[in-house]
């Protein structure tokens, strides 16, 4: 936002803070992208048993642009990775991901050329959840640590660095490391 660039610091930025992150927390509308296996539980989560409802986010967005946060279910192969990061980048800001699986997360059990390792590699990730696959319950966990996240982020310049910093160091990483027998990496 705008807006934030121009807040000043101190205890009126605090309190801004403090109601931005509240009202963010309670309206987030996830982007459905679903890529394997682990979408399956996904869409369990949205159904009347789990009840994503109760956090306002019943909505699933098929435009990334009525979106703030990307779930990645499943494995990335490298030929859909540009797509990813294209619907990331036309989602609205402020944006958050969360990395939904082991396959997501790190590749997984799918340690070959066709698969990222790690979709960290292509977008910035906040929340990283284990398993094959994931519960609902493990979701909704993720979820819920997420809006405590939500509640407590920064606004402004500060926040725009911090992503910018994550993301080049994110960049920056080798997608298999290769450690040699002596203990160095190659
Ligand atoms: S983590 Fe398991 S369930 Fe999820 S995409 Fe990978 S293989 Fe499928």
Avoid at 142 to 149: A, E, G, N, Q, Y
Wanted: glycine residues 10%; aromatic residues 6%.
């Amino acid at each position: 936002m705008g807006l934030e660039e121009k807040l000043p610091n101190g205890v009126l930025l605090t309190s801004v803070e403090k109601a931005a992150g509240w009202a963010r927390a309670r309206s987030v509308w996830p982007a459905t992208f679903g890529l394997a296996c682990c979408a399956i539980e996904l869409f369990q989560t949205g159904g009347p048993r789990h009840d994503l409802a109760r956090f306002g986010m019943e909505r699933a967005s098929n435009t990334p642009r009525q979106a703030d946060l990307m779930i990645v279910a499943g494995r990335l192969s490298q030929k859909m990775a540009p797509v990813l990061r294209q619907i990331y980048d036309q989602m609205s800001d402020p944006k958050w991901v969360i990395s939904m699986g082991v396959c997501a997360s790190s590749g997984g059990m799918f340690n070959n050329y066709a698969i990222v390792q790690g979709v960290d590699h292509i977008v910035p990730v906040d929340i990283y959840l284990p398993g094959c696959p994931p519960r609902p319950e493990m979701l909704m966990d993720s979820i819920v640590k997420l809006h405590d996240k939500i509640i407590n982020m920064k606004l402004g310049k500060n926040r725009d660095r911090q992503i910018t910093e994550l993301e080049n160091a994110r960049l920056g990483l080798s997608p298999l490391q290769v450690i040699s027998p002596g203990g160095s990496q190659l």
